[in-house]
């Protein structure tokens, strides 16, 4: 391990922000730099044992990091960046405390922003599932998110969404601009990198074609997208593309008079009801697997909706409460 | 033969509307702020491939698709089931050309700048399209339009290529094709896909269609094919159709579109309607289709 120097400059600027989980021999992960500047802060909870410690070889602490900022959102022109390196196997777990708030901003080109950026090695991995993003009326937020992953090794589960503003004051969609781009790059060793999946979000109300926001968004209250990868979280995926395909045709008809009472499963019973559930809180959503990922969309009336079906996703799965502890699901509570 | 004769008429009266089409998008290309070096070809060469292009009867199998309508009308049935669906669809209409131009008209004009960046542009452009059922309906005509650049323009297009020691658009195209024979050389997460808009722009440049008519023709390419599935699925008459496609309106959008995007870079490009992703992926979740998307 090098020696750092303890009056070494502080590198640091207003705004950002630095994690570094390492791995001290044999497997201990440990936090070796925690960072940040105003308007950021970072909060690190004591890590946690992982719950399920069956394979003796992965490392048995988990980090937890809070990313927050001053006043619980930003202020235009803000612009907060933070940085996250993860070293072999190790596993972090980012969350926030409640919503983002995008705060009015006096000029539409007074942008205020967030870029998070995630270097992988091999076999690390991420949950990072936050509260909404929640732009207030007249506000202006792009965000960046870059995974990086060497050699396309490593494993995610990030959720990325935004909300309508605030809906108690009646605002719906009605910020000047939210754009939201993930990114995730393939690493080779010699350093070049290769677009493995971009998703980017482009909520801009001075286009000079496209309907007013409200309109684009069809009557949904909030939007997000969750994008999964790696081994860790295989099992993850391939629960959100069996529960895709099983969903009820749209537009079909039951033809039969249901007269006979079928046995149902416990897992069949429970699938219905989250069903019945996405169809009173409106959420819609798809799924597809595409270049290594499951890549899932949904929309729904309300935030607490769509809260109720990703815990509900998650938790009937399991394999993040096994693998990360209950704490990653902290968010949607 | 009054049937040839009124044939004929037809065509003239085609030809004559095609060619004020040029003119106006000539005339946008001085305008433009990127515009194209002035060694453009006689006025015919670019017509004749534009007509090429336009025609209906161009074998990319478009008519399959409905680029998302078809789920659209699925998840907003009217409360009378007979009532007209002729404002849905022109909601879906408006928001299915932003989406369009948002996230694959940059794709087209970039390879169109820069054909050697086509293997690239492919990637990317798969890398961003988040949804099975687009990528199906992006890629099915993407090949389609190499398969008639391959059997029927190439021949006609290859001889005439200046050389001066620097790769040709035409080098470009020959050896994305050859990667695609290959298709083998990133392993299969980077497989070449064949993307329709990167494969749009380099052909079009092959073909020495000036770019703000391969533009135009994309977008006005992709309302026909909205327009055509909408007659299809029963909710627009033939007639009402052909007045969309001829409104004002639609010029004035696909010109604004352009403009909006003109500059736009690929790496900004990006979904401005993200329910289209929901209404597009769900397609096969419907009870009964009559498209593949």
Known sequence: MSFSNPFAASASRPGYGEIVISLLPPATPVLKTLSYQYPLKLIAPDAIPLPDARNTDAPTLIHTVFLLTYGGGLVAGDTVHLNVTLDPTTKLILLTQGSTKIFKTPSRDVVSGQR???????????????DPVQ?????????????????????????????????????KWSFYKYT????????????????????????????????????????????????????????????????????????????????????LSLEEVQRLARQKQEASDGLVWSAASIRGFVLVKFGAKEVEGAKIWISHMLKSEGSVERSFGERALHCLK | MTSTDTNQQSLQDEIADLERQLKDAKSRLKTAPLALPSTTPPNDVALHALLLLSDSALPLGSFAFSSGLESYLAHHRPSPPTSSQVSSFHTFFRLSLSTLAGTALPYVLAAYREPNLIERLDNDLDASTPCTVARRAS???????????????????????????????????????????????????????????????????????????????????????????????????????????????????????????????????????????????????????????
């Not at chain 2, 909710?235 to 696909?254: H, N």
């Open chain 1, 116 to 130: 998070t950026n995630v270097d992988f090695t091999l076999n690390a991995a991420l949950c990072y599932l936050p």
């Open chain 1, 135 to 171: 732009p207030f009326e007249q506000s202006a937020f792009e965000q960046v998110q870059v995974y990086n992953l060497k050699e396309s090794q490593g494993s995610m589960c990030v959720c990325d969404w935004v909300c309508e503003g605030r809906s108690a004051r009646g605002e």
């Open chain 1, 180 to 263: 939201s781009k993930n990114e995730v790059w393939s690493v080779t060793k010699e350093g070049k990198k290769r677009l493995l999946l971009r998703d980017n979000l482009i909520l801009d109300e001075s286009g000079k074609v496209a309907s007013s926001l409200v309109d684009r968004m069809d009557g949904l209250g909030v939007f997000g997208t969750i994008i999964i990868r790696g081994p860790l979280f295989e099992s993850l995926g391939k629960y959100f593309m069996d529960e895709f395909q099983l969903l009820p045709r749209i537009g079909g008809r039951k033809w039969d008079t249901g007269t006979e009472e079928e046995e």
């Open chain 2, 139 to 293: 890629v099915a005509q993407g090949r389609a339009l190499l398969a008639v650049w391959d059997r029927s323009f190439r021949t006609h297009y290859s001889s005439d290529s200046p050389t001066n020691g620097y790769p040709t658009p035409i080098d470009a195209l020959t050896e994305f094709q050859s990667l695609i024979r290959s298709s083998s050389s990133y392993g299969a997460e980077f497989q070449v896909n064949a993307h329709l808009a990167p494969l749009w722009g380099l052909i079009t440049r092959v073909l020495r269609v000036p770019l703000p008519d391969a533009a135009y023709l994309f977008l006005f390419s992709h309302a026909r094919t909205v327009i055509s599935a909408a007659v299809r699925a029963s909710v627009l008459g033939p007639y009402q159709a052909q007045a969309i496609l001829a409104s004002k309106e639609l010029q004035e959008r696909i010109r604004s579109l352009m403009e909006e995007m003109w500059e736009r870079k690929v790496e900004d490009a990006g979904q401005t309607v993200p329910v289209m992703d929901l209404w597009v992926g769900r397609h096969e979740k419907l009870y009964s289709r009559i498209f593949n998307s």
